[in-house]
């Protein structure tokens, strides 16, 4: 069996993440379109599966409207590269679509602490997971009621 350490210059494997669903793609010589996945020029990735219906309307709009413009001579469909969406079409970007991260990110600046910080908070109130699940899961039916 041969041990290879250090970087593999012949390793073609690809993960992707989707910044809706949080779920992950990987493997072998993977593109997006491979996965039923799209990324925007600002490095989103997302399934289209996830998307509603406005948002895929979007999109495919979009898209077909970009291809109605004159092509730039640089413009190469065999460079190997997909098709990126550009930010006015991504529903990350445009926040018709909140991801974990936006909301991380949010939540944090409204507290005013660091993300160390709020895990001490937890901390202090939690003993694990579980019990957050319950107590969120009791918020969630609190909440439920309200609407």
Partial sequence: MKL????VSNSSSSSFVCDICGGIESGWDLSYSDVDMTECSKGHCFH??????KDKAIIEAGVKGDEDKEPDEDDDDDDGEEDIIPTELCPVCQLRVVSDNLVQKFL????????????????AEYKNSSQIDEAFKAFEEKVDKKK
């Fill in 48 to 53: 289209y599966g996830c998307l509603s219906k």
């Fill in 108 to 123: 944090r600046m409204k507290s005013g602490k660091s993300l160390d910080q709020l895990g001490d908070d937890i901390r």
């Fill in 4 to 7: 290879r350490k250090g970087f």
